[in-house]
């Protein structure tokens, strides 16, 4: 079997992926939820993108039936607050290059035609 690691040699480029596979699953994780069920996010992180980002993420795309409830009892700190993740820029910028790629791509498959 594979041991635990306590230090995970990350990329940015794998750190941005992680993000996008937790909204993948936060996603569905909301779509499969029952009217009235309760969504409990957690992660193995330390990653803002994928903790407070990713709540952000949920709040903002599925905020009308979504909400945040404060938890008893209370451990830990408070997380970034008001962060929307420091890689969601990023992520941005990411999707719209992508866009263009496929934009670009569609182009030429228009030309050829």
């Given amino acids: 079997g594979l041991r635990p690691r306590l230090v995970q040699p990350a990329t940015p480029q794998f750190l941005r992926q992680c993000v996008q596979a937790q909204r993948r699953l936060i996603d569905t994780a909301v779509r499969l939820l029952k009217p009235g069920g309760v969504l409990l996010y957690s992660t193995c992180t330390i990653n803002p993108g994928e903790n407070e ?4 993420y949920l709040i903002d795309k599925h905020g009308g039936c979504m909400r945040l409830v404060p938890t008893y009892p209370r451990l830990g700190l408070p997380g970034l607050v008001g962060s929307r993740g420091k890689g969601e820029r990023e992520e941005k910028r990411e999707e719209k290059r992508e866009r263009e790629k496929r934009e670009r791509e569609k182009e030429k498959e228009r030309e050829k035609e």
């Fill in 53 to 56: 980002g990713n709540v952000r």
